[in-house]
């Protein structure tokens, strides 16, 4: 677990700094994610999860209201979330979304540069990234 943290906290950093989630920090947080799902669950749910977030995600990618790359780790991370945690994760990433849209607004506001907030976007993947490692830490109790 500490691995996965350790890893998601250099996302979270490339998301903040460059607001681009790599394919391969993806790819393995899916490793990671997959081990735990297998160690601590089975993958029936979860796997059909991960495939719904991506066809989802995919139609919101196209329509511009996400990130690719905020979809991609989305569904990696969600491989290991037990089902029974699955809506509290996802409350989770909302309210944590929230705090940060608003602390992005005020920022915005405050410094006259709302226009370049705007434009630059939310790091979304910290609020995903943050409510999907507390997750899958409820799902390896």
Do not use: Q
């Amino acid at each position: 677990m500490l691995l996965l943290v350790s890893m998601s906290f250099i996302g979270i950093y490339t998301d903040l700094r460059h607001r681009s989630i790599s394919n391969c920090f993806c790819l393995l947080i899916l490793v990671f994610s997959a081990t735990y799902c297998f160690i601590y669950g089975n993958f029936s749910i979860p796997l059909l999860r991960m495939v719904g977030i991506l066809f989802v995600g995919f139609v919101l990618f196209s329509l511009s209201i996400v990130g690719a790359g905020d979809v991609k780790l989305l569904s990696a991370y969600s491989l290991g979330i037990a089902p029974e945690y699955w809506w509290l994760t996802v409350f989770l990433i909302l309210i944590l979304g929230a705090i940060l849209a608003l602390i992005y607004l005020v920022y915005g506001l405050l410094t006259n540069k709302i226009n370049e907030v705007r434009a630059r976007g939310l790091p979304y993947g910290i609020p995903i990234t943050l409510a999907s490692i507390f997750g899958i830490w409820l799902s390896s109790l």
